[in-house]
């Protein structure tokens, strides 16, 4: 198993433009959800989804959007990236993200510069 | 919601002695809580957890406490490594949703050979 992978690794992107961050997990986990990470702060959540077709805002959701058409995937889109969302972007997974025996897994992230 | 609290922001220690980090909760519906270690340019891991109907947890030279009445964890390392060097971040999440965590500010531990 891959586990959870993110694509693409570094971005830079103009303020202003759109793009979408990718993450795929292959352990057949219900749950994702999607993390950033500023400097000398910890993980925010933004957006997760308890399965197919269904997602809910987290903490700090403004400026994203996500959807989960299938199982495997849950894409973050920014629809107009703004300097204040230049950050560490961090997938994760855990099989239902409904039981306390359960272990997140976290993707190896992405970096997103916007200037 | 949830806030959570972790001190110290930084930590030094000679090798060999111990490392204590604390958080605080606010949100009583908690009963999850996961510790996460992250090296430099590498994704969170998780290292030790602590439910709520357990006070303390050992795992070789990590060990967690648990105070739900002061809502108050704490990990602490013994016997330290250079290679515990890494940011430690503390986390909690109610039994509903174990994946919709809430993380501390992290702290920064450096173990000098």
């Known amino acids: 198993n891959a586990g959870v992978t993110q694509t693409p690794k570094f971005q830079v992107l103009k303020t202003g433009q759109s793009m979408t961050l990718q993450c795929a997990q292959d352990m057949n986990h219900e749950y994702m959800s999607w993390y950033r990470q500023d400097p000398g702060m910890g993980l925010r959540l933004i957006h997760y989804s308890v399965g197919a077709g269904i997602t809910d805002q987290g903490e700090v959701p403004n400026g994203y959007n996500v959807s989960r058409s299938t199982t495997e995937d849950f894409p973050l889109r920014l629809l107009s990236a703004a300097p204040s969302q230049t950050s560490v972007y961090f997938c994760?997974?855990?099989?239902?993200?409904?039981?306390?025996?359960?272990?997140?897994?976290f993707g190896p992230g992405t970096r997103l510069l916007v200037l | 919601g949830e806030n959570v609290e972790q001190h110290p922001s930084t930590l030094s220690v000679q090798e060999g002695d111990s490392a204590v980090i604390k958080c605080t909760y606010s949100?009583?519906?908690?009963?999850?809580f996961p510790w996460y270690k992250q090296e430099l340019g590498k994704r969170p891991q998780l290292i030790i957890d602590?439910?709520?109907?357990?006070g303390e947890k050992k795992d070789q030279r990590i060990a967690v406490t648990l105070n739900k009445t002061a809502k108050h964890f704490s990990l602490h390392i013994t016997e330290t490594q250079p290679e515990d060097s890494a940011v430690y971040f503390c986390a909690a999440s109610a039994f509903t949703n174990a994946g919709k965590s809430t993380f501390g500010d992290g702290t920064t531990l450096t173990v000098k050979p």
């Open positions: 949100d009583s519906a908690s009963n999850y």
């Open positions: 602590i439910r709520s109907n357990v």
């Open positions: 994760a997974s855990s099989p239902t993200g409904q039981s306390l025996q359960e272990t997140q897994y």
